[in-house]
């Protein structure tokens, strides 16, 4: 067989190590569609990062097993290329093609010839067979399948080669069931049958599919959750069960840094194309601040206090319309100035946006930047990035009559561009003197910026 | 209850048996003033007198032929085979008259021969044999195979009040190894019921004999598979329905014996199940087995020959994740 009649598998991709599952958010081809190798087949969304997923080959796309809107186990099979058509028998040899197999082992041993444990081994084992593979379906597995109405390639397999066990259909079911919130099915398990030698148990037909679930209140709509909102849920939820939060807030005064960027900005944008924001000067002085402060760029793993000699930082990005919150993170902010934190910044937060981020643009974060502050906010008390210890919050920097302190030591009431900084931190680790001498020197570092400091 | 090995209990069903009922008498090789080869019967000539424990000359044949004999004129004989792989000799008599002479002639024959058998011990290939499947084939015969001592004494006794011919597999290997609380005085324990020996969900091995105990130990060892194990008791008749009904919840079958594999009786169990269960699987069903030679004399040969602890942990590691 010619390498272009092999199908070649697409499966959901392992997007980082704790991401289990992902949902087909659009398919980019149809059955039937001629598609190369590296070009865009599919989009998923995962509840770490929304991407999409290159083809693995070219060829015809001839099969699509996964619908949009499902969400299946990381691994399973989402499509074939090639193969020669549509049809799953010839798409078979999902699995590497079986070896040729041995000569099969001596079936009876001659006379004298056995040796050792080797005499029992083609008796025991499965006669050299090949696994069974994704597409094997077993009789078990086919009745259930049948009795419920479930395409069983919808079912994640665990089994040899991804084959749908029994334990595998039954926990599908379960789950769909309890979705659902409908009765559970009759068990499956049949009365006792006495006659010794049955027919098979004539089924009733049960194609119905489960009940839907009971409608929603008058005027209430509903939506199905989507994978990455359950895993903004879940995070959430155990970052507040996993840290002792408290929000300590500080008054920047950031007139003198908005003269220092209104001078860059035009500089920036012609040289280098970026915009320096006030993100990327806070997200600057805050790198330096965290040198002098490892515990607030650590994390509190087990029994043992862990602090590290880089930084990688972290930002919240929301995508468009509220449809989530992802915190790409920048590697090594520690080796980047001024115009490298814009740039990166500007960088990732595109690249989250266009759901083009790589599963370690969002992993190992050491410290976040979430800057809420663009809709007129001042105040917040954001949740901590597990497993980090504090989360920096940036708000509206707003014009306020200020008092102000002249060189001569007079007291004068000025107008002066003020943001209020907050930072919630993980009280189990970090003491609230800390976190306020943090916030002092972070002040500091923004309020006496230099025009010469980058 | 009285904690017993599996060689007492049988000594204590058979005596139970002779006590109370003057008609059954036992036959065989040594079995009188030497008590039998592995002293079944030792004390029954002191305690029953030499005309019910007779001690008969070399030949499987006389002491079969014999046995059915005073079976058909009233007496209900158990006959020693000093080795089961000796009751060759005696097929003649036993497959062409006592498995018969019921649905020929509607006469009873009330035959117990019981049947040492089973290696493990380097008997080599005269001593070792596990022949229940050749008579399995056999209508009229009845094949008991008990691997505990509650179930040796219950079956031998059930085949004693049976009418027609019973052979009774007693494993060597068994004998003084096996150790359980036995009921005292007379019980039955039906023919062809199998028991539960460990409840599982995962997998479920069908086997009988020695292997029972083979197979507990795998799942032992395993841990963290739920495995079900299946002791048959008699395998003609078979206790089809507890098979099936196992195969229904767990999906997953290893069929283990000791005895050899081609026409070995666990293709009789797979075939079965194939037929009527077969929308109940999710693995093929798999045989364990002796490999299709003589038992060997050497012990690791022999080692090698017998289906093992790991051989088992191995096959139903290989069904777990088929």
Redesign the interface.
Known sequence: MSAAGVAVDVVMPQMGVSVSEGTVTRWAKQVGDQVEADETLLEISTDKVDTEVPSPASGVLTEILVEEGSTVEVGTVLARIGGGGASTATAVPAAPPAPEPEPAAV???E?GS???????E?????GGQP??GKSFV??????IASEHGIDPAEVPGS??GG?V??KDILAFLESRDATAAAPPPPPP??A???A???P?PVEAPQQAPAPPPAPGGAGETEEPVTAMRRGIAEHMRRSLDTSAHVTSAIEVDLTRLAAIRAKLKPEYEAGYGVNPTYLAFVARAAVETLRDYPYVNGELRGDKIVTRNYVNLGFAVELADGKGLIVPVLHNAETLNLLGLAKGIADIAARARAKQLKPDDVAGGTFTITNPGGYGTFHGTPVISQPQAAILGTYAIVKRPWVITDPDGADAIAIRQIMNVTLTYDHRLIDGALAGRFLRDLRERLQTWNETDY | MTEMTYLQAISDGLREEMRHDKRVVVFGEDIGVYGGAFKVTQGFQDEFGPWRVLDMPLSETAIVGGATGAAIMGLRPVAEMQFADFISCAWDHLVTVASKQHWRAGTPVPIVIRLPSGGGFSGGPFHSQNPESSFAHIPGLKCLCPSTPEDAKGLLIAAIHDPNPVLFFEHKHLYRRIKGEVPQGRYTTPIGKARLHREGEDVTVVTWGAMVHTAAEAAQKLGDVSVEIVDLRSILPWD??AV??SV??T?KVLVLHEDT?TGGFGGEIAATIA??A???????V????????PV?FSP??E???I??VD?VV??IK?LV??
Do not use: W
């Not at chain 2, 077969?278 to 093929?284: G, K, N, V």
């Open positions: 079936e009876a041993p006379p056995a040796e050792g444990s080797q005499v029992r083609p008796h025991a084992g499965n696994p069974p077993s009789p078990v597995v086919a009745r089994g040899n084959r066990t029994k398990v049949e006792p049958q006495q010794p030698a049955p098979p | 089809e329905q099936l009904a229904r919840k999906s594999r037929e009527h077969f929308e109940h699987l999710d693995a093929p798999r045989r364990l087995t002796a490999p299709d030679t060997p690791p040969l080692h090698a020959f289906p093992q051989d191995a096959a290989e994740e088929y």
